[in-house]
């Protein structure tokens, strides 16, 4: 690894470290965010020439803290804001930056960016920002929306936990519990956009995936007793494993059943599946680690023929009493489908028809495609692919769709052909 991309991984560790500090200390999140922001920059600068300094996150601490000093002289209240910041030494010895340094306030930050006074996507995004070390550039190109645009919604969503009294603190009981799924939500969220990105010419976003899978280490590590946490990550990392495999040489998508499984890494699979060990009836038992529990079947399978289709099955009998949805409704129908035949998987997709929150997917076409290209009703099945080809914003889903699609349209036999 090149010395420039070790300080760039240090910086965005340190980032939401350094932020949270000064959140806990001064409160006014949109200031400290862009002190923080000018306390990067000048290490992105300064760090490649003079070399990383012995307390890198003490460098930090200081030199946001003078931009804030900055930021609030000429006010009327300069003498009451500087005394707020005195313990940061615009000197420079940094006095009280050791005791800081060491205090680590991801936790704290990460439940600020998931307030309930936000929406979803300003969650998100100021996750991303804040916590994850990400440029306002960056998220914008994740979510595909104008930088402008995105610095817009992200100093309303710091904006709107100003006006709604948000103290940087971990919420309450029972409001924890609460906060805590939101997180999870979100990282979830930020995993999957990664992993399957929703529109542009790449498969995944290795960036983001790889940020969620960091975040949620740190989370677990903050939270080693939380099983859904574990569960989380053990799901990242069994479903990340695959990712070598996923695509051709020509970027194409390749199906899990016809993947090179010695290609899915197994130290991450090992890892995830050591989580799922420690974790699972140990506590109640959610969505994450069923999950997580499938992901761990798959993974586990020499070849895809050796799949245990029927614990696959009865693990989303549970996850859809404990968390019924459409999506698990979808990967229960295939499922089912594996294990009953594909006449069954397309009963239960019927369910879904009307369904306004699968309205706007690609999902429920395609898997009605692939379960009537199973069931041998070959033209149904291409026009299926065609529709969820047309709903789809990636270019490389896009390909492969209209791909089975055209595979379908030739003729399977000579008899065929004559016909």
């Given at each position: 690894?090149?010395?420039?991309?070790?300080?760039?991984?240090?910086?965005?560790?340190?980032?939401?470290?350094?932020?949270?500090?000064?959140?806990?200390?001064?409160?006014?999140?949109?200031?400290?965010e862009?002190?923080?922001?000018?306390?990067?920059?000048?290490?992105?600068?300064?760090?490649?020439?003079?070399?990383?300094?012995?307390?890198?996150?003490?460098?930090?601490?200081?030199?946001?803290?003078?931009?804030?000093?900055?930021?609030?002289?000429?006010?009327?209240?300069?003498?009451?804001?500087?005394?707020?910041?005195?313990?940061l030494?615009?000197?420079?010895?940094?006095?009280?930056?050791?005791?800081?340094a060491?205090?680590?306030?991801?936790?704290?930050?990460?439940?600020?960016?998931?307030?309930?006074?936000?929406?979803?996507?300003?969650?998100?995004?100021?996750?991303?920002?804040?916590?994850?070390?990400?440029?306002?550039?960056?998220?914008?190109s994740?979510?595909?929306?104008?930088?402008?645009?995105?610095?817009?919604?992200?100093?309303?969503?710091?904006?709107?936990?100003?006006?709604?009294?948000?103290?940087?603190?971990?919420?309450?009981?029972?409001?924890?519990?609460?906060?805590?799924?939101?997180?999870?939500?979100?990282?979830?969220?930020?995993?999957?956009?990664?992993?399957?990105?929703?529109?542009?010419?790449?498969?995944?976003?290795?960036?983001?995936?790889?940020?969620?899978?960091?975040?949620?280490?740190?989370?677990?590590?903050l939270?080693?007793?939380?099983?859904?946490v574990?569960?989380?990550?053990?799901?990242?990392?069994l479903?990340?494993?695959?990712?070598?495999?996923?695509?051709?040489?020509?970027?194409?998508?390749?199906?899990?059943?016809?993947?090179?499984?010695?290609?899915?890494?197994?130290?991450?699979?090992?890892?995830?599946?050591a989580?799922?060990?420690?974790?699972?009836?140990?506590?109640?038992?959610?969505?994450?680690?069923?999950?997580?529990?499938?992901?761990?079947?798959?993974d586990?399978?020499?070849?895809?023929?050796?799949?245990?289709?029927?614990?696959?099955?009865?693990?989303?009998?549970?996850?859809?009493?404990?968390?019924?949805?459409?999506?698990?409704?979808l990967?229960?129908?295939?499922?089912l489908?594996?294990?009953?035949?594909p006449?069954?998987?397309?009963?239960?997709?019927?369910?879904?028809?009307?369904?306004?929150?699968?309205?706007?997917?690609?999902?429920v076409?395609?898997?009605?495609?692939?379960?009537?290209?199973?069931?041998?009703?070959?033209?149904?099945?291409?026009?299926?692919?065609?529709?969820?080809?047309?709903?789809?914003?990636?270019?490389?889903?896009?390909?492969?769709?209209?791909?089975?699609?055209?595979?379908?349209?030739?003729?399977?036999?000579?008899?065929?052909?004559?016909?």
């Open positions: 690894m090149s010395a420039g991309r070790r300080i760039e991984d240090l910086l965005r560790e340190l980032a939401q470290q350094v932020l949270g500090t000064l959140v806990r200390r001064h409160g006014q999140f949109d200031a400290c862009d002190a923080v922001q000018e306390a990067l920059l000048a290490a992105a600068v300064r760090w490649p020439a003079e070399g990383v300094p012995d307390r890198p996150r003490a460098w930090l601490l200081t030199v946001a803290g003078r931009s804030l000093v900055d930021g609030w002289r000429g006010e009327s209240a300069r003498r009451r804001r500087e005394a707020r910041v005195a313990a030494d615009p000197a420079g010895r940094q006095p009280a930056d050791a005791e800081a060491e205090h680590d306030d991801t936790l704290v930050l990460l439940f600020l960016c998931c307030h309930p006074a936000l929406s979803p996507p300003s969650q998100l995004a100021l996750t991303l920002r804040a916590v994850g070390g990400l440029t306002t550039a960056q998220v914008a994740a979510f595909l929306v104008p930088e402008a645009a995105m610095a817009k919604r992200v100093t309303r969503a710091k904006q709107r936990i100003r006006s709604a009294g948000a103290r940087f603190e971990l919420p309450p009981q029972p409001a924890w519990s609460e906060r805590l799924g939101v997180v999870l939500h979100v990282l979830y969220l930020v995993f999957n956009e990664g992993y399957t990105a929703s529109s542009g010419p790449e498969l995944n976003r290795a960036d983001l995936t790889a940020e969620a899978v960091r975040l949620t280490r740190l989370l677990h590590r939270l080693p007793g939380e099983g859904e574990a569960g989380l990550l053990a799901l990242m990392l479903t990340d494993a695959r990712r070598a495999a996923r695509t051709d040489a020509d970027g194409s998508i390749v199906p899990l059943a016809e993947q090179r499984r010695e290609l899915w890494d197994a130290a991450a699979i090992a890892e995830g599946q989580l799922l060990t420690r974790t699972l009836g140990r506590g109640p038992v959610g969505p994450y680690q069923l999950q997580a529990a499938v992901a761990a079947v798959h586990e399978a020499l070849t895809a023929e050796e799949t245990d289709w029927p614990q696959i099955l009865a693990l989303y009998d549970v996850l859809t009493q404990v968390a019924p949805g459409p999506l698990v409704t990967s229960r129908a295939v499922a489908a594996m294990v009953h035949g006449w069954a998987g397309l009963a239960l997709l019927g369910t879904l028809d009307g369904d306004q929150r699968t309205a706007n997917t690609h999902r076409d395609a898997v009605r495609a692939h379960l009537l290209e199973r069931a041998g009703d070959r033209a149904a099945a291409r026009e299926y692919y065609l529709r969820a080809a047309r709903k789809t914003a990636s270019l490389p889903e896009q390909r492969y769709l209209a791909l089975r699609a055209a595979r379908l349209g030739q003729p399977s036999s000579p008899a065929d052909a004559a016909d």
